[in-house]
């Protein structure tokens, strides 16, 4: 949802219906290009959008102080990864917890190197940022077989797809449902906003990875909002993570040369865009409706620039918060609840603050706060 360049999460999702709305006229609210209608189903989808779904985190039981962590990176020189693990610091601290990090730098394949280090360390928990189970599924299982509860944000379980069984103690949970339900939501809503602000007439470059299974599931609902869309068109451009240090610029290029009608585009996470999507999109020599993610702070300086039209926000320090709310829950012997993190779209006009990254609607680190008893 996301800057994750640099894991080879096996690819292989399953598919996942998403209902959704069919297409008309979009108003244009700012931020953007394209042709524009009045008021439409379409531009009511955006402005709820605008609002977002997002929330306070509910409740919680309070923290027992003197717990240990072991928080396990998806690679501590990537910014998304590290900024999970740091909401999960601050999260701890805050709880009266200690924290060691083990960063599998990148490599997916050293995940269960990371939750066996756990158990040598007889550490009370585990968060994990962005690896599926089954990248370390013996090594969870061995997790599970010693009670040591293992909690993850962005990941997919080990049961995902219908078969096998699952081995997290937990998920984050978030306003849409599971991590499966969110990013095909996250992934609808970057389609509704281009088709919007397009018209209901959006030729779009779809941005395809195919070795991560998240993008994947986003993928699916991007296009079946685009074949619900009848008078839309989609143009795949396929890339591996590898293709971002290596030459994603270039496929940008080429894709913008073949398809000289193609208005829009869109990226699953923002590493695509930083990597060479945007400039290839600004020295097209056409005005382009460009869709980021997540929202970091070089995207959203593309956005104040006028650069890049648009994005859906994700506050990754919330997700690492709401790993460790949950391994606080389940010690507690409670299921992990709703993070409160929903979908949110951000443009040049609406919910980009003025400077540095998005930022949620909601002060989550106090509402945490406030969630386990700690005070403000």
Not at 32 to 51: C, F, H, K, N
Request: net charge neutral; with cysteine.
């Amino acid at each position: 949802m996301r800057q994750r360049a640099g894991m080879a999460a096996v690819a292989a999702a399953a598919s996942i219906a998403v209902a959704l709305a069919g297409c008309g006229g979009g108003e244009d609210s700012g931020g953007g290009s394209g042709s524009t209608a009045a008021a439409s189903p379409d531009a009511q989808v955006v402005q709820r959008l605008y609002r977002g779904t997002y929330e306070a985190p509910p409740p919680a039981p309070r923290p027992q102080p003197g717990k240990k962590l072991l928080l396990l990176s998806c690679g501590q020189s990537l910014p998304t990864c590290a900024q999970a693990m740091s909401g999960a610091q601050e999260a701890a601290k805050a709880m009266g917890w200690s924290t060691t990090i083990f960063d599998t730098k990148g490599d997916p394949n050293q995940a269960s190197a990371g939750i066996r280090q756990a158990l040598v360390s007889k550490v009370d928990g585990v968060f994990v940022y962005f690896t599926d189970c089954r990248l370390m599924k013996q090594a969870l299982q061995e997790a599970r077989d010693a009670k040591l509860p293992v909690v993850a944000a962005e990941s997919l379980d080990c049961d995902f797809g219908g078969s096998g069984q699952p081995l997290f103690a937990g998920t984050v949970r978030y306003v849409e449902g599971s991590y499966a339900d969110w990013i095909a939501a996250y992934g609808k809503a970057q389609a509704q906003y281009v088709i919007a602000k397009t018209g209901g007439k959006a030729k779009m470059l779809d941005f395809m990875e195919d070795d991560l299974l998240g993008a994947a599931i986003q993928q699916r609902a991007q296009q079946a909002a685009f074949r619900a869309c009848g008078g839309c068109g989609l143009y795949p451009v396929k890339y591996t993570i590898g293709d971002l240090s290596t030459g994603i610029q270039q496929k940008a290029q080429q894709a913008l040369l073949q398809h000289p009608d193609a208005d829009s585009l869109v990226v699953q996470y923002d590493a695509v865009l930083l990597a060479g999507v945007s400039s290839a999109a600004a020295s097209a020599g056409r005005s382009l409706v460009v869709m980021a993610a997540e929202g970091d702070t070089a995207t959203m300086d593309l956005v104040r620039s006028g650069k890049v039209t648009a994005g859906v926000g994700i506050p990754i320090e919330w997700e690492g918060y709401a790993g460790v709310d949950a391994l606080n829950r389940l010690m507690h012997g409670e299921q992990p609840a709703s993070s409160g993190i929903g979908i949110q779209v951000y443009d040049r006009d609406h919910n980009t603050p003025a400077s540095g990254p998005y930022r949620p609607p909601i002060d989550f680190r106090a509402a945490y706060r406030k969630a386990w008893g700690l005070g403000g």
